[in-house]
């Protein structure tokens, strides 16, 4: 749990994203549809489509509503404020936008977020903070909303989750950083903006394996079976090229980091600490590979199997598989 040296709100603030709109370069703004924003997975999606313009800026239209004792004039806060910010770790973009009250009280709250695309690459995080004066020190964050929204301008389809980049290539005949791994049946690459995973067709009846939709029962068994060991460390090396990535604030308190490697721990964590928060599982994390925790680093290696394997699909296809080898036996021995 973290500590603040001040009084901090508690209560809920919520805030959505009620509309975007996007503009063309000389053109009038246009509403983005519905079906580009979930409010269910907390996504804007303004991915290339040919029913929307080749945008140059977009306005996003924001509420907010915080709880009314953030307002109380004998309270310990003063001038409080509601901002929205948001941020891209891959063009290191920041954005901030203070709400206008709408209300008598004060308490329901709208803002208009601008954003040139220029500024964007990929998906970018959207945050809603309440700020004030206590002690006489202004600008302390005293609130934060439990939800994000996310910018994508990728994606087409508003979804929270992203699929991994899967490619067949010829190692022994591709680039010179994939030659060295001319043995080797797969790769996982974690260093672009997505996940992204490459099959050796050079490797013997492997590419012949994974491309084909048919094949015999046999084949169809082997092909589950390598697909979800293949997920399996996927999802290993992921989580630790996400953990490899936390930010840490002043006082050594790890932050989830923006972009897949955030969805990452977000989604694994509740399997590999299922007894602990996020926020709580991702100190432990830290801990653990910081070798500040008595568990360690090792210990730890335990629970990320566990977890990868599960997110994988191993536990259930292994059962299926021998089931599948058990009825092929039986056949074969008929």
Not at 61 to 67: E, F, K, Q
Not at 195 to 213: E, H, K, Q, S
Not at 279 to 300: C, K
Request: net charge negative; charged share 25%; hydrophobic share 40%.
């Amino acid at each position: 749990m973290k500590v603040y040296p001040y009084r901090r709100l508690t209560g809920n603030v919520s805030w959505r994203v009620d509309s975007v709109q996007l503009k063309a370069e000389g053109e009038p703004w246009e509403d983005v549809e519905s079906k580009y924003l979930s409010t269910v997975e907390r996504v804007v999606a303004l991915g290339p489509d040919e029913d929307r313009p080749d945008w140059s800026e977009a306005r996003l239209r924001l509420s907010a509503g915080i709880p009314a004792k953030a307002l109380d004039p004998n309270g310990p806060w003063q001038n409080v404020k509601v901002v929205a910010v948001l941020t891209e770790r891959a063009t290191n973009t920041r954005a901030t936008v203070e709400f206008s009250s709408v209300s008598v009280d004060g308490r329901e709250r709208t803002a208009e977020l601008y954003l040139n695309r220029c500024d964007l690459l990929d998906r970018a995080t959207l945050a809603v903070h309440v700020v004030a004066t206590v002690d006489g020190v202004p600008g302390r964050v005293i609130a934060t909303a439990d939800t994000e929204w996310f910018v994508d301008v990728i994606e087409v389809v508003p979804s929270l989750a992203r699929e991994f980049d899967v490619k067949m290539i010829k190692f022994g005949s591709g680039a010179s950083r994939l030659q060295r791994f001319k043995d080797a049946p797969w790769l996982v690459d974690t260093t672009g903006r997505l996940p992204a995973v490459r099959i050796n067709t050079d490797f013997d009846g492997l590419g012949d394996l994974m491309g084909a939709d048919g094949g015999s029962s046999a084949e169809k068994t082997v092909r589950e079976l390598l697909l979800v060991q293949m997920g399996s460390e996927v999802w290993t090396a992921v989580f630790h090229s996400a953990v490899g990535d936390l930010e840490v604030e002043e006082d050594g308190v790890p932050v989830f980091p923006h972009g897949w490697q955030g969805e990452v721990l977000r989604e694994m964590l509740p399997d590999v600490y299922p007894d602990r928060e996020p926020e709580q599982a991702l100190r432990e994390v830290h801990a653990a590979r910081t070798g500040s925790s008595a568990a360690g680093w090792g210990e730890l290696q335990s629970r990320i199997h566990f977890a990868a394997s599960r997110r994988a699909g191993v536990p259930r296809t292994l059962s299926t598989t021998i089931h599948d080898l058990e009825r092929l036996t039986q056949g074969d021995d008929a």
